[in-house]
């Protein structure tokens, strides 16, 4: 199992980053959150799990240990595969989660694309005992933040909502809910905005 990739970010996309180390270029598909929060150029650090399947070997990268569990974790449902699980993630925090499913709270499960009330319903019978095993590590970012937003932050926060299944509608509404922010602080990060972004569409 690769359990931890760090290197220099060759490229990144909406929900995906390449990550150079040892002379290979390792893609991995992460959260729009996570993807918002590299440069090409800088080193990234990123905690990482290996998905296989007959005709593929696909790794996932995360920020933060806690979303590597809750990724991990999610699939051991039914019906919940690596797609599911990172728009699950990407869409509400490792505590939000186990608060949600120890809750029974199938609104806030279905605010994710893609889960409908039966999946959601399946989550929390099934994994109501297991989600108490997160929260409990740090949540803190291991991948650089760039130090500002960019004028490009609309752009990027809208492909990586769409990215995860929301229409281009949606993901216009939720950059005009968070615009104020960049007003505010000029120097807020895009991952920064992506969050708020996903929490405003999560409500």
């Not at 019906?79 to 186990?98: N, T, W």
């Not at 740090?138 to 933040?145: D, N």
Request: negative net charge.
């Amino acid at each position: 199992m690769i359990d931890r990739l760090t290197g220099t970010t060759a490229a990144a996309g909406p929900n995906w980053v390449v990550v150079q180390t040892g002379g290979l270029g390792l893609r991995a598909w992460c959260t729009p959150a996570t993807a918002a929060g590299v440069r090409p150029g800088q080193e990234c650090s990123l905690f990482t799990t290996l998905v296989t399947r007959e005709d593929s070997l696909t790794l996932y990268g995360f920020a933060a240990e806690d979303e590597r569990d809750a990724f991990e974790l999610v699939q051991t449902a039914s019906g919940v595969g690596p797609k599911l699980a990172l728009a699950i993630v990407s869409v509400l925090a490792p505590g939000d989660l186990a608060a949600a499913i120890t809750a029974g709270d199938v609104k806030r499960l279905t605010s994710v694309p893609g889960l409908g009330p039966k999946g959601a319903q399946k989550m929390i019978i099934e994994l109501k005992d297991k989600v108490l095993v997160l929260g409990g590590r740090s949540s803190s970012g291991v991948v650089q933040e760039p130090r500002g937003a960019a004028e490009a932050w609309r752009e990027q926060v809208s492909e990586g909502l769409q990215g995860l299944g929301w229409s281009a509608r949606d993901a216009e509404t939720a950059c005009e809910r968070v615009a104020p922010l960049v007003e505010e602080d000029p120097s807020v990060s895009v991952a920064s905005l992506m969050r708020a972004a996903l929490r405003s569409l999560a409500r």
